[in-house]
C-alpha cells in the first residue's frame, strides 16, 4: 500500500503490484509492468474502523464500571479493567468463572432470575440492589443493566454494565438516618412514627406495650443552668432508656421533654417492671 498525491492536491491510497518484464544486459532491471489500484474508499473505512476500535477499547479500559460478557451458564467470558479495580480479583483469574460465585448468597437467587428475565424476554433489562463479593470479603452494592447477546437470531450469551452504587446507597442511608432520628438524642423522631405506625400497629407485634414520659422540670434546668445542660440531662435520659428498654423497642423522642417507646410482644406483668426499673 502507498499514497500518491492526486492531480486535484489530495491524496489517494493504492495497491500497488507488478513485476520486472525486461533487463538490461547488466541484468539490471530496465522494464517493469504493474497495476495501480485505488483502495481509498476501502482504506478510509478500516481507519475509521480501527480508531473506532481504539476509542472502545480506551473506554472498557478507563470506565469506573464494569463492562461484561457471559455465556448461557453464566460464566464470564469478558470484563473491563474496572472488574479488577473495584473487586479485586485478576481478569485472569476470573475469566470463565460463574458470576454465581461472586454474589451474596441471599442475593443469587434474585440475579439467576434477573439474568433468566434478559433471555427470555430478549430485551433490555436492569437490577439494582444486589452484592458483590470483594477479593478481600468485604461487599459492595452493584446496579447493572444487560441484553442478550443475538447471533443469528439465536440468543449466545448476555452483556452488560454494572456500576458499584456503594456510596450512594451510604449516602441514602445517611440521609434517611437523619430525617428519622433526632439529632441530639438519635432515638427516633415523630416522623419516623408516622411512617411506621401502621406496621407497629400489626397483629404480629401483639400483646404491644406503648409507655409514655416526660422529664421532669427540664424547663427548670434550662433556665437556672442553660440549655446546653438541658441537652446534656436529655441525652443521658435517652441513654437510660436503651439500657433498660430490651433491643427490639422503638424508643421516639416526640418533642421537647416528651417521649414514647412502643415495646412488640410484650406481657402486662413485663411492662409494669420495665417501668419500675425506669422510676429507680
Known sequence: EIRMKHKMGHWVYLLDSGQIVEY???RMPLIAMGVHLDITESKILQLKLEARERLLSQIMENTKDIIYKMDLKGNLTFLSNAW????????EESIGTSVESYIHPEDKKLLL???DKVKYSRDHESLSDYRFKR???TYCVFETNASPILENGEITGIAGVARDISIFIKKQQEIEFLSYRDQLTKLFNRHYLEKVRDEVKAEKNHPLGIITMDVNDLKLVNDTYGHDEGDRLLV????????????DSLIFRMGGDEFMVVLPLIEEEILKQMKERLEE
Request: charged residues 30%; hydrophobic residues 45%.
Open 135 to 137: 477479593a478481600d470479603g
Open 236 to 247: 443521658k435520659v435517652s441513654d437510660i432508656f436503651r439500657h433498660v428498654f430490651p433491643a
Open 84 to 91: 479488577e479495580v473495584l473487586l479485586g480479583y485478576s481478569l
Open 113 to 115: 432470575e434477573f439474568l
Open 24 to 26: 538490461d544486459k547488466d
